[in-house]
């Protein structure tokens, strides 16, 4: 134990030597890093920090610096760190939440609402995108025949495939925001048909002067909100927290009847007589505003966007980017802003491959392939922030660049999708509707992905990444005969939807600098074990339970996102320290509601924490909702 001591407390003074003690504000750790508040995040040496013994990696968010070091490791490294220099033991979440946790949570939880709408108008796109290939007269031609020799019932299903999305996307948004916010999402759909409903003047054709609204008090328009994106939202939203409220103080007798009966009645008349004419005249200069600001003179509003969406990503604003394109494709039927955001994804695969097959050491090298091909996949955190933004400034600078002269051509060219939810090498997909957008789009897409890599083999590789650094005996190690691999099943750890570590909010997470493994957003309040063991950590949050295996494994259960800064009373541990569990043992229950009402995402993490060292190979066995004891994935490990 004296060597132990003797190790964790020299990691502790070297990171502390490092970031210097006049510039922590506050320490605290949670299962697996060391998370401290830092008054100058800009003087720390971060290749220094990551050359101390157990680093895994660093990164930097919600103001708080943090040190992935492991579990069994973090906790021994905060207790000697705190001993000699006695640190505030609670890392600034108000500080936090002043620089920009307010601000990204409220666009998260706003993307919130239309992530879940993605696929269906992506879907639609590709049909309205098909439509104009099957229906253009050239295509036609190669089979001498005309549009007017189509019949008319597959004019008909093609127009109900092509038309509906779009017809009734008030009401998706309104299921969503009462999803989201808390309300009973059927009663938020019943409102969203209600803002579409045929009784009312359609409002493409009101706009196109083939109806009149109908007049109240002779100044108060009344239409139907085909298109109107932000009345939906917000009726959906003010009616979800309304319910809630309602529920409180309504009897129970009376709950299941009259809830619903008050909030659909009280908002159908503030959405059609008060706030739908204010909030869609709203709605109708901001989408005037960026539409002016994209087609700005010489391309110049594209060279912009594309410079700032790999910044907003860094950030967490990039979510607000998918609420302004729903509303560009409901109100115009098309999408020019994912076009010259996407430019982001080519530039920043080129620039990640570069620096991969530059580099020297061959993890690097390896985890870089695999990033940059998880980018062309359209998954950009492992490559931005594992890859590109460790790799110094000039690489980053060199990706903003490319992204920004690529958005700015495409502007310049007026290219623009008619669809979204597809990224880099699906993303022409957006374009089948027109044969030249979608030539011209895939040229400067491509144009960009090699330009990004040659700049960067030419002026962006770190000198450290060709020096002739000496190599670990990581090589050697891997050359193992694979017949020795063991093999074991990782159970589902509650009910729930299963999500891969890339998709995970968490770039310590989905990056894999924790390990491999994968995600479940829970349906159910229970967590079970994923592993027979021995459980070898329970951490003073009670959001993460550490499991041992027979074999050495060690495996991390880790419930919700950023969880450790919950100060109430949401998780409750069943099992002890030292306690011996069964596979499928109920180990610890957790308020999804509280949590969620909280503000923090509760899926339930679950990863291998020693991967590099005993795992060779991870394979899911199963996709879509996870039932308790469903084999999730199988593991193949030393």
Known sequence: MGTNDNKYKNIAEKI??????????????????????????????????????????????????????????????????????????????????????????????????????????????????????????????????????????????????????????????????????????????????????????????????????????????????????LTALVTGIIGAKLEKRLRKIMPNALDLIFTPF????????????????????????GITVVKSFIHL??????????????????????????????????????????????????SNAGVCLALSLRSQKASFKTAGISATVTQLLGVSEPALFGVVLRSGIKPLSIMLLCS?????????????????????????LMYIYDFSQLLTYIIVGVATFILGFIITQMFGIPKVATSNIEFDEESTNNIKNENTNKEMTLTAVTQGDIVSLADIDDPVFSQRMMGEGFGIIPHSED???????????????KHAIGIETQDGLEVLVHMGIDTVEIKENVFNVIVAEGNFIQKGQLIAKMDINKIIDIGKQTTIITVITNSIDKVDKLNMLKNGVSEKNDAIAEILYK
């Open 527 to 541: 967590v079970y074990s994923p592993v027979n063991g021995k459980v070898t950590l329970i951490s003073d949050s």
């Open 404 to 428: 920004a002269l690529g958005g700015g051509i495409l502007a310049l060219l007026n290219i623009q999708a008619n669809s979204y939810g597809l990224a880099v090498i699906l993303s022409p």
């Open 262 to 285: 008050f909030v659909i009645l009280l908002m159908m008349i503030v959405a059609l007589f008060i706030m739908g004419p204010i909030v869609h005249g709203i709605e109708a200069v």
């Open 16 to 229: 502390v030597n490092v970031i210097g003690s006049e510039n922590i504000e506050s320490a605290t750790h949670c299962a697996t890093r060391l998370r401290l508040s830092v008054n100058d995040r800009e003087s720390i040496d971060d290749d220094a920090i990551e050359a101390i013994d157990e680093v895994k990696g660093v990164f930097y968010t919600g103001g708080q610096y943090q040190i992935i070091l492991g579990t069994g490791i973090v906790n021994n490294v905060y207790d000697e760190m705190t001993k000699t220099h006695h640190f505030e033991e609670v890392s600034k979440d108000t500080m936090s939440k002043q620089k920009q946790g307010r601000i990204q949570r409220a666009i998260r939880l706003l993307a919130d609402v239309f992530i879940p709408i993605i696929p269906v108008l992506g879907a639609t796109g590709l049909f309205l995108g098909l439509k104009g290939v099957v229906f253009n007269e050239s295509v036609l031609g190669l089979f001498g025949a005309n549009p007017d020799m189509i019949p008319n019932y597959i004019q008909t299903l093609i127009t109900v495939l092509t038309d509906t999305a779009f017809a009734f996307l008030p009401a998706f948004i309104a299921w969503s925001a009462f999803r989201t916010f808390g309300g009973t999402p059927v009663i938020g759909f019943l409102i969203g048909l209600m803002l579409v409903s045929p009784a009312l003047p359609n409002a493409y054709e009101v706009a196109s002067g083939d109806a009149n609204p109908i007049m109240v008090g002779g100044f108060i328009p009344i239409v139907g909100y085909q298109g109107s994106i």
């Open 297 to 346: 003179p010489l391309g110049l509003g594209g060279l912009l966007i594309g410079f700032i969406y790999p910044l907003a990503v860094m950030t967490g604003l990039h979510h607000m980017f998918i609420i302004v394109e729903t509303s560009l494709l409901a109100s115009t039927g098309f999408n020019p802003l994912i076009t010259l955001a996407a430019m982001y994804g080519f």
